[in-house]
């Protein structure tokens, strides 16, 4: 009894809370794959600047940065739930090298004496992750657009 009461609590929450659709538990199809990277993207380029940039030290940026981790986290774990689903062990692995370099970095936004050149580091380790998945999986270009090599998805 108390367990169908704390599957419905979850469900209510997970289908009310301002956040829900940020969840990558919902990347169901190429539609949502999509989006779900681009908001990886979003939050990541912010990210990304953040840490080169002079304000680093501030506390406030490093909060910002943690929130927007976390979007990256939530976005390439739905993503890599999407692809565990489809048996697709390869690209999942890539995301799991991607999801290790966040969790790193984001130790290193929350430590109580920032160290910006490790913050540094960290990051071009992100966008390293991000870069060789994209070598292998992504095809297109910014000019027309971005779309998932035939053989990923379908
Ligand atoms: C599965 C491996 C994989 C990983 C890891 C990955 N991506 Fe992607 N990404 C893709 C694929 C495939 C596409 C093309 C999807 C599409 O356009 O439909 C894509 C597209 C994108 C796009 C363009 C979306 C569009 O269509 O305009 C952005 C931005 C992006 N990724 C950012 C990132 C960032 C930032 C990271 C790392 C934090 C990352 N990605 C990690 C596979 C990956």
Do not use: K
């Amino acid at each position: 009894m108390r367990a169908a009461w704390l599957v419905v609590a979850a469900c209510v929450c997970l289908s009310v809370c301002p956040g829900a659709q940020t969840l990558g538990s919902l990347v169901q199809d190429g539609t949502s794959f999509e989006a779900a990277m681009l908001r990886t993207g979003d939050a990541w380029e912010i990210v990304s600047r953040a840490v080169e940039g002079p304000s680093y030290l501030l506390n406030s940026v490093r909060g910002d940065g943690l929130t927007r981790l976390d979007l990256v986290r939530e976005n390439l774990a739905g993503i890599r739930a999407f692809l565990l689903g489809r048996e697709r062990h390869e690209a999942a692995r890539l995301v799991d090298e991607a999801l290790a370099a966040v969790a790193d970095l984001r130790l290193e936004f929350a430590m109580a004496v920032p160290d910006q050149a490790a913050a540094s580091g960290l990051s071009a380790e992100v966008t390293s992750a991000c870069v060789a998945c994209h070598a292998r999986y992504r095809d297109g270009n910014a000019v027309q657009g971005f779309r998932p090599r035939p053989g990923l998805l379908d």
